[in-house]
């Protein structure tokens, strides 16, 4: 009997010629029950949360690893010591004869952390000095600046300062960190300590020393620089100068009209003209070395020496400008 479906109608209808048709000639196959298709299973909550923890771990790591490279960052810049320092004029700069005297500094702390300051010197001169006791162990803050006094003597000898010092050594204390020596550059702008070690030294070896004051209009052009000065002498006796020079190399100065008389300590108003002879040397000098050696000849001729004459901060930056246009 050919199967039937549950409303009674044949799956398949029988062949009409009395033979089997393909349908009857398969075997019949009965499913088991067990024979249903595999249930599909939840993932296992077990690997879900190792996959979590490997996630969690790498996110972490790098959190680690940027917070150890900021705190490595925060602790470079709280090591590193910063400092500058200039001089500052005052009135008075200097002592008499052998006797110390005062120079004030301004230090600017460019560093992050809070120092404290022990000691200071100044370094790589003969000059003698230390920090007065009301600046002794002084705070240093962050991104200030705070003033020192130093007691400064000595450097007489063999005609006196020539140079002025450019760096001093601090031995400083950054909070919770030991005790370190530093070097520090030290600007002088006006030249005071120059001015203060020559006013100082009176003795036989030293007790001359002049200044040169503008006195009028610069002019730069073609032929060099034109500066209107007036030279002052620490003393009173009759002298007259009779030739002027540059000190550094690289340049050339020259006055027209010498000798010139010096009265009650001044001369009058003449023209110096620096030309430049070696842009190389010229551009190379420090600030403290555009100076001029000026010969002093006694009135009677009975002496002459020649001094360091320093010029004024006007003098100092149009000689910068000049440098700059007669170099390019």
Same mark, same amino acid.
């Given at each position: 009997?050919? *199967?039937?479906?549950? !409303?009674? $109608? ?5 062949? *009409? ?6 349908? *009857? ?39 680690? %690893? ?62 003698? !000095? +230390? ?6 162990? %002084? ?9 020192? +006094?130093?007691? @400064? ?25 030991? $005790? ?10 006006? !030249? ?18 002049? $200044? ?5 209009? %610069?002019?730069? *052009? ?39 008389? @010096? ?7 003449? &023209? ?15 600030? &403290? ?5 000026? &010969? ?8 002459? @020496? ?23």
């Amino acid at each position: 009997m050919p *199967d039937l479906l549950e !409303s009674g $109608t044949p799956l398949r209808p029988p062949r *009409d010629d009395g033979r089997p048709s393909l349908w *009857d000639r398969l075997p019949r196959v009965r499913l088991r029950e067990d024979d249903e298709p595999p249930v599909r299973r939840p993932r296992s909550i077990g690997r879900r949360w190792v996959g979590l923890a490997l996630v969690a771990g790498l996110v972490l790591g790098g959190l680690f %690893i940027h917070s150890y490279d900021t705190r490595l960052t925060e602790q470079s810049r709280r090591d590193t010591i910063a400092l500058a320092a200039r001089v500052v004029p005052i009135q008075s700069p200097g002592g008499q004869g052998r006797d110390s005297w005062l120079l004030r500094v301004v230090v600017s702390n460019r560093g992050a952390t809070a120092l404290r300051l022990r000691s200071a010197q100044l370094a790589d001169t003969p000059l003698r !000095s +230390s920090l007065r006791t009301v600046s002794r162990d %002084i705070s240093l803050p962050p991104g200030r600046d705070t003033w020192i +006094s130093m007691d @400064v003597s000595g450097a007489c000898a063999g005609g006196g300062l020539t140079r002025a010092p450019t760096t001093l050594t601090a031995s400083v204390t950054p909070a919770g960190r030991p $005790t370190r020596s530093v070097r520090v550059a030290l600007a002088d702008d006006t !030249s005071l300590m120059l001015t203060a070690a020559r006013q100082t030294c009176v003795d036989a070896d030293f007790g001359l020393w002049s $200044t040169a004051e503008q006195q009028g209009t %610069i002019v730069i *052009d073609d032929r060099g620089l034109f500066v209107p000065m007036r030279f002052r002498l620490n003393w009173t006796p009759p002298w007259d100068i009779s030739a002027v020079r540059s000190e550094g190399p690289g340049l050339a100065a020259t006055v027209d009209g010498l000798p010139v008389h @010096v009265t009650n300590g001044l001369t009058p108003i003449v &023209t110096v003209r620096w030309s430049l002879t070696d842009c190389v040397q010229a551009k190379a000098l420090n600030y &403290t070395e555009l100076r001029l050696r000026t &010969t002093l000849t006694r009135a009677d001729a009975s002496r002459a @020496v020649e001094v360091t004459t320093t010029v004024s901060g006007g003098v100092i930056a149009a000689l910068g400008i000049f440098l700059d246009r007669a170099c390019r």
